[in-house]
């Protein structure tokens, strides 16, 4: 039914991706179909890597790793965006038309009241994306 | 199906001389949650510069006749005592970037050999100029060349000895034309290569630091080769929040100062009551568009407010220039430049001046106020400057906008001028600075819509510095993180229009001003230890390569 699923992960916080990383990995074995890891970060260097080349290469190993822990077929997509902060939902939204994913399993915070001012990523993705988006709660 | 391995990256970044350290990037930030709200911050950096405005503000408050006293008499003698030291330092900048120009290393990529730029020369130049000097061109664009061209004149007086008058260098005592070339020299070496020089070096040094060498985007990390790891201690936490600091207490006076200035304007249109009411309600709608802009991000908000900045800017000056006295301003333009080659040497001799009063009460405290300005509007230049060369950047950062400046001086001052020599208008001459250009504009047609033009270039203009200027704060603040959340960079910028309102209805705009202009000593002196820093940085880039 699924033949590409796009998760866009923080690795920055990878440790707290638990629940969705497994959902989706038990998803794509089900489907048998193929998980990308969508990084997005700003081009000035970051805890997560100097430079683009090296944010990149440490979300294609995460990707890696989890093709080896779940035994899934996986790929990582790592996008550059000039603000990360304020241009994160329609980096994801892009990503998903530019990976030609067909679902996008990703975490999602507890509701709270900044959601009035600012939906959550997750609820936007939902919202706007034109493919099945499950959201797992944190 | 695609094969997504490498896709999103803009390209290979190609060789770049990675500076080793043991530091990462956010190691000393906490990340907490108040409320709803989550934050991201550096641990001391945050806490100490909130802390520190707010008690600075409270003294201006509580005690204003002594904080004025104190930072009064502090400007007068900064400007006096280190005037050989500013422009001594002014020179040295202008000719290190020249010559990053023609030298070899101005062939390194900013970025990485293979970088390619994140923006389109408008959009680039757009942001870098409505960040930088956007709004003072609006201000001293028509009073600037007229004051000049008035003292330079007048001529030279003395008494005892001891200049009084302000004419630069030796005046043109009696000679409209010498007073008009004078005048636009004097005024052109003040918005032309020696501020933007200024920018450039603090905007070159972060780029490097960041994008080649791979250190966190924050002021501290132009200082790693001077400091080495000790830029992440006590020594780089100081020099972030003075620049943390000196951009706040900048960007709030000037929202101070030009809510006056807007209010006179919009006055003088629509009859809009002048007083504090009407002066908070401007700096409460200039912040919540500022806030509409910062949290619509850098592509979304701040680069499309200074692209309809930079198009209404180009076409009120085709505007004065078509129904000005046309024929006049191009050749004003030509003499400008000719006269600000002629003028620079001596207009910038630090030592054996006699015109002290225009060296100390004009240039001294311009270098001073761009240098002070220096670190807010380098770190924004710098965080949308990756992908290009050395050289285009000095080139698009240090000659065109000097070239824009000279254009926009020779048209708004020059048709003031024209007014004043052919017709005997003396409306300009005798209105206050904030009024100057709307009585110029007054003067030629369709003065409505070009006034009205005016006052939103005036207020979009404060928008792009405080958009700009709550970015910069937030990514200092966060520790050079580009990502930190959102509700972060929105308090900045609430937290700025705040401390503008209080200083306005309590008083105190004055001595604070006063205070940030002080930053731009030891931060001239930093600027020069910048220029040895991008040297070293950059051969280490070429001999990488």
């Given at each position: ?39 997005v ?59 030609g994913a ?21 609820g ?5 994306a ?9 | ?6 896709q ?8 770049a001389d ?15 949650q ?7 911050v550096?641990?001391?950096v ?10 600075f503000?409270f ?7 002594q ?14 005592t ?8 002014g ?22 050999a293979?970088a ?7 959009g ?115 020099i ?11 960007l ?14 919009l ?15 401007l700096?409460?709608?200039?912040t ?5 802009s ?27 220039l ?26 910038s001799?630090?030592?054996g ?39 285009e950047?000095?080139?698009c ?6 070239f ?6 020779s ?14 208008v003396?409306?300009?001459?005798n209105?206050p600075l ?34 700009s200027?709550s ?7 966060a ?8 509700p ?18 309590g ?7 006063a ?18 820093a ?12």
């Amino acid at each position: 039914m699924f033949t590409h699923i796009m998760v866009p992960v923080d690795l920055a916080h990878a440790e707290k991706l638990g629940r969705s990383l497994k959902c989706a990995a038990d998803l794509a074995r089900h489907w048998g179909s193929k998980i990308t890891y969508v990084g997005v970060s700003g081009a000035a260097p970051g805890a997560l890597g100097h430079t683009p080349a090296e944010f990149s290469a440490r979300l294609a190993r995460f990707a890696a790793a989890q093709s080896e822990l779940e035994g899934i077929k996986t790929g990582h997509h790592a996008v550059i965006a000039h603000d990360p902060s304020s241009d994160l939902n329609k980096v994801l939204l892009k990503a998903v038309r530019d990976i030609g994913a067909d679902m996008v399993v990703m975490e999602s915070h507890l509701p709270k009241a900044t959601d009035y001012i600012w939906a959550s990523h997750g609820g936007f993705l939902a919202e706007h994306a034109g493919v099945s988006v499950m959201l797992v709660r944190a | 199906m695609a094969d997504t391995s490498d896709q999103g990256i803009p390209a290979p970044e190609g060789t770049a001389d990675i500076i080793d350290t043991d530091y990462e990037i956010g190691q000393d930030n906490i990340e907490t949650q108040i409320g709803p709200f989550g934050l991201d911050v550096h641990n001391p950096v945050f806490s100490i510069s909130g802390l520190c405005i707010v008690a600075f503000v409270f003294y201006a408050l509580a005690l204003p006749e002594q904080a004025e006293a104190v930072f009064g008499a502090l400007r007068p003698w900064l400007t006096s005592t280190f005037d050989w030291f500013f422009l001594g330092a002014g020179n040295i900048f202008v000719i290190f970037c020249l010559f990053l120009i023609v030298s070899p290393l101005g062939s390194v990529r900013l970025g990485g050999a293979d970088a390619r730029p994140d923006y389109t020369y408008i959009g680039w130049f757009a942001m870098l100029f409505a960040a930088g000097m956007g709004i003072g061109l609006m201000f001293y664009g028509v009073s600037e060349p007229m004051s000049h061209f008035g003292t330079s004149l007048g001529g030279v007086t003395e008494e005892g000895g001891v200049r009084t008058d302000w004419a630069p260098l030796g005046g043109a005592a009696g000679d409209e034309a010498g007073a008009v070339r004078l005048g636009m020299a004097a005024t052109i070496y003040h918005w032309g290569l020696h501020p933007w020089g200024m920018y450039a070096v603090v905007a070159l040094a972060l780029a490097l630091f960041s994008y080649n060498k791979g250190l966190p985007l924050t002021i501290r990390s132009a200082f790693y080769p001077i400091f080495g790891e000790r830029v992440w201690g006590w020594t780089g936490h100081i020099i972030d929040i003075l620049a943390v600091f000196a951009t706040l207490f900048g960007l709030a006076t000037s929202l101070g100062y030009g809510a006056t200035q807007a209010n006179a304007g919009l006055n003088l249109l629509f009859g809009l009551p002048i007083g504090t009411t009407s002066e908070v309600l401007l700096i409460t709608g200039i912040t919540a568009i500022a806030l509409i802009s910062v949290v619509r991000g850098l592509d979304g908000g701040v680069k499309i407010l200074s692209e309809i900045n930079m198009g209404l800017a180009f076409l009120l000056l085709l505007f004065v220039l078509i129904v000005g006295p046309t024929a006049a301003l191009l050749a004003l333009f030509w003499d400008s430049i000719v006269a600000y080659g002629q003028n620079i040497l001596p207009l910038s001799m630090p030592f054996g001046r006699e015109d002290t009063n225009y060296m100390q009460g004009w240039t001294s405290f311009y270098w001073a106020w761009w240098i002070s300005w220096s670190p807010f509007v380098g770190m924004f230049i710098a965080r949308v400057s990756r992908g290009r060369t050395v050289r285009e950047f000095i080139i698009c950062v240090l000659l065109i906008p000097s070239f824009v400046c000279i254009l926009w001086m020779s048209v708004f001052g020059g048709t003031a001028i024209t007014q004043f020599l052919q017709d005997g208008v003396t409306s300009v001459q005798n209105a206050p600075l904030e009024l100057k250009l709307f009585r110029m504009l007054a003067e030629l047609p369709l003065a409505s819509i070009t006034s009205f033009i005016g006052i939103i270039l005036v207020i979009v203009f404060f928008v792009t510095s405080s958009d700009s200027g709550s970015l910069v704060i937030d990514t200092i603040t966060a520790g050079g993180k580009v990502d930190a959340p959102l509700p972060q960079r929105v308090f900045w910028c609430i937290f700025e229009g705040a401390v503008a309102i209080a200083l306005l209805i309590g008083g105190g705009l004055a001595s604070l001003q006063a205070m940030v202009l002080s930053t731009g000593l030891p931060f001239a002196a930093i600027l020069l230890l910048m220029c040895w820093a991008i040297t070293r940085g950059l051969m280490s880039e070429r001999a990488q390569r």
